[in-house]
């Protein structure tokens, strides 16, 4: 289940990159990897906390971790 989640997470990572959403020197893979590491520790954190604000605030570093396309115009 993790290696579905984790391709599924570089197969949009990848997509980001070819359309310039993402900067095209992102390692796609290693990027996906750290996705969902901090996916399933924020499940961890919320559950131990009773809380989804855990989950909400790492949802949060993630977007932060995800350099931004140069250069080129994202499509629409």
Known sequence: MFAWIQ??????????????????ALDVDALATTVLAVRQ????LARG????????R?????LQLLPEGRGQSAAV
């Open 7 to 24: 391709e599924s997470i570089r197969e949009v990572l990848a997509e980001g990159v070819a359309r310039g959403e993402l900067d095209s």
């Open 58 to 62: 790492a949802a949060a570093g993630i």
């Open 41 to 44: 520790g924020a499940y961890v």
């Open 49 to 56: 906390a009773q809380s989804e604000e855990p989950f909400r």
